[in-house]
Nanobody, 124 residues
């Protein structure tokens, strides 16, 4: 079992920055993919970034590439999302998610551990 807890959300003006954190606990050594998803009201959940924990390769959705950076601190069992140049369309609830066992980092439905999310609001 893996437990995930997000923090760091809040309200920011367009152009501003936020850093989201995800504290991971439990059987973290068995995680193959960790990532960030977001969901805005009336929209589908979107995987915006992930890390393949074994190789360190990363993925970014087109909507955030160049503005957001995903990183992890294995020693602290933490996952981060640095969000820069925020836009009003980035407003959503952001979720940390993990996948175990391996099913492919691009398989959204295979992320089977989720945090409760943290809200990000971006004003224009």
């Amino acid at each position: 079992q893996v437990q995930l807890q997000e923090s760091g959300g809040g309200s920011v003006q367009a152009g501003g920055s936020l850093r989201l954190s995800c504290a991971m606990s439990g059987s973290t050594s068995n995680m193959y993919c960790v990532g960030w998803f977001r969901q805005a009201p009336g929209k589908e959940r979107e995987r915006i970034a992930h890390i393949f924990t074994s190789g360190g390769s990363t993925f970014y959705a087109d909507s955030v590439r160049g503005r957001f950076t995903i990183s992890e601190d294995n020693a602290k069992n933490m996952l981060y999302l640095q969000m820069n140049s925020l836009k009003p369309e980035d407003a959503a609830r952001y979720y940390c998610a993990a996948q175990s066992p391996w099913a492919g980092c691009y398989s959204d439905s295979s992320y089977n551990y989720w945090g409760q999310g943290t809200q990000v609001t971006v004003s224009s």
